[in-house]
């Protein structure tokens, strides 16, 4: 039996209960997994892996299957041990993407998927983040990211206008969000407020989260600030965009649309 809207474990309904953040956001057909493996095969990548936010392990596991060698790293201690469980073979670590060390470990690709490097909300934070990726990359790795683009709203409202409404069932209980999105000009960030009701008697509960708003260039000379050369930053075709990728899309070349997919490589 699912654990009532009104009880949450902590603050985040979906990251704390990450079966339901898979039945809201399902992903049968890998496809974020297989286009970070397209972008690493790509590239050139070699085989071991750091999946930076991994979440519930989806990814991380994917590019297992496809051969890897492969760590995920993540904040909630709730993500991990279902990873552990759920999508086991590789390796699972706790870590802050806003700064983190892994000693030990050196990686020929990190990964860091759906948005998660917009987590770093202040200068001193995404700072933090790519210079803890240099430092987890060998000479020549990979840094692989996927996010929204910042530049959409320019001008562009239509994800601001009106809440979006999603429902779905999960365990016998009907859910239902309501989201509604605003951007904070003056901290740069799109700010995201997400009222969850259900049909099993719970109170409705509001949750509250932000992502960074980055724009190309902005985004271009922070990576290159930290020894990084751009060697892909586009549009779409990605995991998330309308049209999906599909296996065999070549990479866009402009940044206009809602996402933004990022390919660097760390200089020696």
Do not use: K
């Not at 407020?193 to 049909?199: I, K, L, Y």
């Not at 206009?256 to 990022?262: T, Y």
């Amino acid at each position: 039996m699912s654990e009532p809207l009104s009880q949450p474990a902590t603050a985040n309904l979906l990251t704390d209960n990450p079966e339901l953040y898979e039945a809201r956001f399902p992903d049968p057909e890998r496809l974020a997994g297989r286009w970070a493996e397209d972008c690493l095969r790509r590239y050139g990548a070699g085989p071991r892996v750091l999946d930076l936010g991994c979440g519930t392990g989806r990814d991380a596991a994917h590019l297992h299957r496809a051969g890897r060698t492969v760590t995920g790293a993540d904040l909630s201690d709730a993500m991990l041990a279902y990873a552990r469980a759920q999508h086991p073979g590789p390796e699972y670590v706790r870590a802050d993407l806003r700064q983190f060390a892994l000693p030990g470990r050196e990686f020929d690709a990190v990964v860091c998927l759906d948005s998660a490097l917009l987590y770093c909300h202040t200068n001193a934070e995404l700072d933090g983040c790519l210079a803890s990726v240099r430092r987890s990359l060998a000479p020549g790795g990979l840094l692989v990211a996927e996010m929204r683009n910042g530049a959409f709203f320019l001008g562009r409202t239509e994800l601001l206008d009106a809440p979006r409404v999603n429902g779905f069932t999960w365990r016998g209980v009907a859910y239902e969000s309501t989201t509604t999105l605003y951007v904070d000009r003056t901290a740069q960030l799109l700010r995201r407020t997400r009222v969850w009701t259900a049909d099993d008697g719970s109170e409705p509960a509001e949750q509250r989260s932000a992502w960074r708003l980055l724009f190309p260039l902005e985004l271009r000379h922070m990576v290159a600030s930290h020894g990084f050369e751009v060697l892909a930053l586009y549009d779409g075709p990605g995991p998330r965009t309308e049209p999906e990728w599909r296996e065999g899309d070549a990479p866009g070349a402009v940044t206009d649309a809602d996402r933004l997919h990022l390919v660097a490589r760390r200089l020696n």
